[in-house]
């Protein structure tokens, strides 16, 4: 395994994060793109390992704000926010597809496997991400809602407590 850290470029790392992706400290994410891309980190430092075929070890680095790193259709990138120790900032990254990239054809030039990871695993995965992410979101909102009922019942009580007391 190779660790590389990747210096950045003149880019200018200080500016606004809008239109990025996000990714907060103590996350991962994990990709496997149909078409090539080119991850460029915006803001802050990831660990990021890239896979590539059996025969291809993994590649390990260490990406700053400015770096970039192409990936081609069939690789698996996971990413990681590895900022200093006290920096609490999400990373912020961006995914551009290469100009003339499409997704990996279908049976010329692809192998049953990419087709059958692209076209049917991946979208599996994300839509069982999103259904976990919102079976969550539905149980926050509900306790919040419970919560908020709670406390305002709890206040009708100690407000008529006080007017209708006798004593």
Same mark, same amino acid.
């Given at each position: 395994?190779?660790?590389?850290?990747?210096? @950045?470029?003149?880019?200018?790392?200080?500016?606004?994060?809008?239109?990025?992706?996000?990714?907060?400290?103590?996350?991962? &994410?994990? *990709?496997?793109?149909?078409s090539?891309?080119? *991850?460029?980190?915006?803001?802050?430092?990831?660990?990021?390992?890239?896979?590539?075929?059996?025969?291809?070890?993994?590649?390990?680095?260490?990406?700053?704000?400015?770096?970039?790193?192409?990936?081609?259709?069939?690789?698996? &990138?996971?990413?990681?926010?590895?900022? @200093?120790?006290?920096?609490? =900032?999400?990373?912020?990254?961006?995914?551009?597809?290469?100009?003339?990239?499409?997704?990996? @054809?279908?049976?010329?030039?692809?192998?049953?496997?990419?087709?059958?990871?692209?076209?049917?695993?991946? @979208?599996?995965? =994300?839509?069982?991400?999103?259904? =976990?992410?919102g079976?969550?979101?539905?149980?926050r909102?509900?306790?919040?809602?419970?919560?908020?009922?709670?406390?305002?019942?709890?206040?009708?009580?100690?407000?008529?407590?006080?007017?209708?007391?006798?004593?």
């Open positions: 395994m190779r660790v590389r850290t990747a210096e @950045p470029s003149a880019a200018d790392s200080a500016g606004p994060a809008a239109g990025c992706w996000k990714l907060s400290p103590g996350h991962a &994410l994990s *990709l496997h793109p149909c090539a891309g080119v *991850l460029e980190i915006v803001q802050g430092r990831v660990w990021s390992t890239l896979r590539g075929t059996l025969e291809q070890p993994p590649d390990d680095h260490v990406l700053q704000a400015g770096a970039r790193l192409h990936v081609e259709p069939g690789q698996h &990138l996971v990413l990681q926010a590895w900022n @200093p120790p006290g920096v609490t =900032d999400a990373v912020a990254f961006r995914w551009d597809v290469m100009p003339g990239a499409g997704a990996l @054809p279908v049976g010329a030039g692809s192998s049953a496997a990419t087709d059958w990871e692209c076209g049917v695993l991946q @979208p599996l995965r =994300d839509l069982a991400q999103a259904l =976990d992410q079976g969550r979101a539905a149980g909102l509900l306790a919040g809602i419970a919560r908020w009922a709670l406390q305002r019942k709890t206040r009708h009580r100690q407000v008529a407590a006080k007017y209708f007391s006798t004593g």
